[in-house]
């Protein structure tokens, strides 16, 4: 990870490495976390965040979920994202911002006191490694289910979800994947460790519902907004596990990830085994908004102020 100067943390900046939190907080045992993955891209008319209000929408609504007070409001929160992206003097960033129960309860009910709120922003390239984007990724179908309906919930981006992922791609990691794909409960497709999952057939692009346990994704949207755009028919519908081997193309997304082709799935090439020209296309659109060959009509891009 590349440091920056300053964390935002309970509502002041701090020197990057005095951004400490107790042993004893309550989400450091028992998971009570959520936390958002926002981007700024380096535009034509100067650093701005891809839809960012969206972000801190669904953030709010983790919280709402895990019934976590919040010391701040969306304004506060938005304005703090601003400031810790300016102070650090960054053109481009990764923006996380988490709260979690802090310190002062060690019952599982934890306090219900306002949860600790801190920002982060900070340089990071692409997250599935550079050549990912041109030459797409190898990936595994993992022996590990996501969670089932009315156990954990999928909508919220809370970090104790995350230890399904991390389940998922540490066990594509020893199997020399580069990420691992989970099914639902249902034996149906669910979605990477960190990212969602379109595939594509004969010209449609497929992606599994909400209903498959999966986030959802704010850069799904995109990708099924621009695809749309390039009149392309988009379907959201329970998919087998074997649509992966037989279809034209694959592709994940995700804020991280951004848009990343798959080449190959349990070792079996998808398509012609390289990056597929629909991914190519929509993949060109995703990064035409930072250029400005790309229109920016749903206003995603704000600027940093």
């Known amino acids: 990870m590349e440091e920056a100067e300053f964390i935002w943390h309970k509502g002041k900046l701090v020197p990057w490495k005095e951004a400490t939190i107790h042993v004893m907080s309550h989400a450091l045992h028992y998971g009570s976390s959520i936390f958002e993955g926002i981007r700024v891209y380096d535009t034509a008319e100067g650093p701005a965040f891809l839809r960012l209000e969206d972000h801190l929408k669904r953030f ?17 929160l938005t304005a703090a994202c601003h400031e810790v992206v300016r102070v650090n003097g960054l053109k481009a960033a990764y923006v996380r911002p988490i709260a979690f129960r802090g310190y002062g309860a060690i019952t599982v009910y934890g306090s219900p006191d306002p949860a600790e709120v801190a920002v982060a ?12 984007r041109e030459k797409g990724v190898d990936v595994g179908v993992s022996s590990w289910t996501r969670l089932a309906p009315n156990t954990l919930p999928t909508m919220a981006k809370a970090g104790g979800n995350y230890l399904s992922s991390q389940l998922i ?45 999966i986030l959802p994704g704010i850069t799904r949207g995109i990708a099924i907004d621009l695809a749309v755009r390039l009149g392309f028919e988009v379907r959201e519908e329970a998919l087998l596990r074997e649509s992966l081997y037989v279809a034209d193309e694959v592709f994940m997304t995700g804020t991280a990830t951004e848009i990343v082709g798959v080449r190959s799935v349990d070792g079996i090439d998808v398509g012609s085994g390289k990056r597929g020209p629909i991914t190519g296309q929509l993949q060109r659109s995703f990064f035409g908004l930072f250029d400005g060959s790309t229109e920016d009509t749903q206003g995603w891009l704000e600027p940093v102020e």
């Not at 639902?184 to 010209?203: H, K, M, P, T």
Request: charged share 20%; proline share 5%.
């Open 60 to 76: 709010f609504g983790s919280a709402k979920i895990y019934r976590m007070n919040m010391p701040l409001d969306l304004e506060g």
């Open 121 to 132: 922003a900070f340089p990071w390239g692409a997250y599935l490694g550079e050549e990912a």
């Open 169 to 213: 791609s540490m066990e594509a990691h020893r199997h020399g994947y580069t990420e691992g794909i989970a099914l639902d409960v249902n034996g149906n497709l669910s979605e990477g460790a960190g990212e969602n999952l379109f595939l594509i057939r004969d010209g449609v692009i497929c992606t599994p519902p909400l209903s498959a346990a």
